[in-house]
């Protein structure tokens, strides 16, 4: 069986042609999985019935069960859970603010980066995903948002797993996610989240995309930042800085820098300070989210005044920073937090 949306276009038309159908075949089977998003080949109204037959045994579309639906109290964000063929257990999120529908992608099931505070981090790698199964979640979405006459307008990849770590397969779900003849989504509006690692994200910044950069920092020491995410001990803070330094200046483009505000651990004035004299003058913006909080992990989230402070101390630096409201808290919506509680079976 093959997975369509494992294919790009002259894959597609490559296997059509190897079912002995015309060329023109695979533009149409195209406009239906990346215009309609369809679930079943029942539904691509202008094929054959020969064809549509001969598809439903030789190919598949999205191969994944819903496991668990949730929408939280606001209404705002909706966390699916889906199960893959071989039991492993995906993540994808929805929120909805203002006009915009950002989709919460997953790359990995789990992650083998081991960050302390991260649920997903804390459950260990599976494997990686597919460029199908990284994309099937969005064709699920959109077609939801469909219904309601809306579409998805941005993507994060900051569901399960490391990004850069599956390089090939995330980056070749960004070419069809943004591919003018399929889903079209801007470059633009797709951001891919790393934790860090080094050689990729000088392989990333010589590519020159467009497609936005997220580091996740947390931490603007290497004593502090050993303790929350492992990797750091193999790519210390300064070599991670001058990659980014490097990806700017080759893209041209601002960087985000992600910070987790773990009361008492990095939301200190030193750590605020030193994050300051790390980033004064780079092209970037830090983002600050409050910690969710996770079982595995006994740090909680920091107080408001110590998110104000930090915030302060950063200006003083001229470094821009927003605060990120938690969405979603009571669904789960956290990196690889709906997985964990469905798999320990304490879901109400
Ligand atoms: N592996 C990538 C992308 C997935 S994690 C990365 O680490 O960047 C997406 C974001 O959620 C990262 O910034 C990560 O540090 C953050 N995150 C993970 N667990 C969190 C938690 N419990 N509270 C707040 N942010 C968390
Ligand atoms: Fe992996 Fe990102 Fe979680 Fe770290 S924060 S364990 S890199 S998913």
Redesign the pocket.
């Known amino acids: 069986m093959i997975n369509l949306y494992d294919l790009n276009f002259d894959e597609l038309t490559q296997f059509v042609l190897d079912l002995g159908e015309p060329k023109f075949r695979a533009r149409q089977i195209w406009e239906w999985l990346y215009h309609s998003f369809v679930v079943d080949f029942d539904a691509m109204r202008n094929l054959p019935k020969s064809l549509r037959e001969n598809l439903a045994v030789t190919a598949n579309l999205d191969t994944s069960k819903i496991v668990a639906d949730q929408l939280s109290s606001d209404g705002q964000t909706q966390k699916v859970l889906t199960q893959l063929p071989d039991g492993q257990l995906i993540e994808t999120v929805l929120m909805r603010y203002n006009r915009r529908r950002t989709l919460?992608i997953?790359?990995q099931a789990g992650?083998a980066?081991g960050?302390v505070?991260?649920?997903?981090?804390q459950m260990g790698f599976f494997r990686n995903l597919s460029v199908g199964e990284i994309i099937a979640p969005v064709m699920r979405f959109a077609r939801q948002l469909a219904a309601e006459d809306q579409r998805v307008t941005n993507i994060?990849?900051?569901?399960?797993?490391?990004?850069?770590?599956n390089y090939d397969n995330t980056l070749e779900a960004v070419n069809r996610l943004t591919d003018p003849t399929g889903f079209n989504l801007g470059a633009r509006k797709i951001t891919?989240?790393?934790?860090?690692l080094v050689p990729a994200i000088r392989r990333y910044a010589d590519e020159g995309r467009q497609t936005p950069l997220?580091?996740?920092l947390?931490a603007a020491t290497d004593a502090e930042r050993d303790k929350l995410?492992p990797i750091n001990k193999r790519w210390p803070v300064a070599e991670l800085i001058d990659a980014c330094r490097y990806y700017i200046k080759k893209t041209g483009r601002r960087i985000t820098f992600?910070w987790?505000l773990i009361a008492g651990e990095n939301d200190t004035i030193e750590q605020a300070q030193a994050l300051g004299k790390l980033v004064q003058e780079m092209l970037c913006h830090v983002?600050l989210?409050?910690?969710?909080?996770?079982k595995g992990?006994g740090g909680g989230?920091s107080s408001r005044e110590r998110v104000d402070k930090f915030q302060q101390t950063l200006a003083q630096y001229k470094v821009t920073s927003t605060v990120r409201v938690?969405r979603g808290i009571d669904i789960q919506a956290?990196?690889?937090?709906l997985r964990d509680r469905i798999v320990n079976q304490t879901i109400d």
Do not use: D, K, W
């Open positions: 919460c997953s790359s992650c980066m960050c505070f991260c649920a997903t981090g994060v990849m900051m569901g399960m797993g490391e990004p850069l770590h891919i989240s790393t934790v860090g997220a580091i996740s947390h995410i992600e987790a983002n989210i409050p910690l969710n909080p996770t992990y989230p938690r956290g990196c690889g937090q």
